[in-house]
């Protein structure tokens, strides 16, 4: 019996076998399982045993499988949108191809035929029992319309979201002038500055201060350009 043990522990799994394991494996970590305890249903759910160091290796290839699933499926579904998007934009197109064309309209009247009223305005009960006849017809009215602008928002739309899947729109910079916003913010830049200088020195070890105060002091003269070397120039000059 212990033979029969040593036996089932020792052998190798076979394809399907391994296969039914990654099932089982991703399902378990899906759901946030550890490793150890992955390794401790997989060994009791099988005739054979697998260690730690084997489950961690199938982990890997179901990661690796991931991802090749994912970046396939990630141009197919992207390629799918933009079908999807040329459809929708094609519709738009004809609905403002149609909305510019004149409105036709079938109107039908009434016709006192008796060589007295042509112009379909009958009063009720006239031409019946005095000998004319009424007929209806039919006669067309054109109206001129405008196109409308709601279809080309929705081509424009259209646009934005094909530019957005293909990655189309340069990134968005943002030039942030510190000390211009601290002034109009109604606090003096030069304070501030001094104040994470001196936060730095008090919790830096003394060596390592006193470099990191002279970059950042020589980086505050490079921000104020030949405007501010002027200053210090002047100040010496004072002093």
Same mark, same amino acid.
């Given at each position: 019996m212990n033979k029969d043990k040593a036996l089932a522990s020792? =052998?190798? &799994?076979?394809?399907?076998? &391994? !296969?039914? *394991?990654?099932?089982?494996?991703a399902q378990l970590y899906i759901r946030g399982t550890a490793l150890s305890k992955i390794t401790e249903q997989i060994n009791d759910n099988r005739a %054979?045993?697998?260690? /730690? @160091?084997?489950?961690?290796? *199938?982990?890997?290839?179901? =990661?690796?499988?991931?991802?090749d699933s994912y970046l396939g499926d990630f141009d197919e579904h992207r390629a799918k !949108? /933009?079908?999807? +998007? *040329?459809? +929708?934009e094609h519709a738009y197109w004809? !609905? %403002? #191809? /149609? @909305?510019?064309?004149?409105?036709? !309209?079938? /109107? #039908?009247e009434k016709v006192k035929v008796d060589g007295a009223a042509r112009d379909g305005s009958l009063a009720a009960g006239e031409g019946v029992g005095t000998g004319s006849s009424v007929k209806q017809r039919a006669r067309r009215k054109?109206?001129?319309?405008d196109a409308n602008l709601e279809t080309l928002r929705g081509i424009e739309r259209c646009i934005e979201l094909r530019c957005r899947v293909l990655g189309l729109h340069a990134p968005t910079t943002l030039n942030i002038n510190w000390r211009k916003q601290a002034q109009q913010a109604g606090y003096d830049p030069e304070e501030i500055l001094e104040g994470i200088v001196q936060d730095l020195v008090d919790k830096m070890p003394p060596q390592e201060a006193?470099? @990191?105060?002279?970059?950042l002091m020589a980086g505050n003269q490079g921000d104020h350009g030949d405007q501010g070397n002027h200053g210090d120039q002047g100040n010496h000059g004072g002093g």
């Open positions: 020792n =052998r190798k &799994r076979t394809r399907g076998e &391994r !296969e039914l *394991d990654l099932t089982m494996v %054979y045993k697998m260690s /730690l @160091s084997q489950i961690t290796d *199938d982990l890997y290839e179901i =990661r690796k499988r991931w991802l !949108e /933009l079908a999807r +998007l *040329d459809e +929708l004809n !609905e %403002y #191809e /149609l @909305s510019k064309k004149p409105l036709t !309209e079938t /109107l #039908e054109t109206t001129e319309r006193i470099q @990191s105060g002279l970059a």
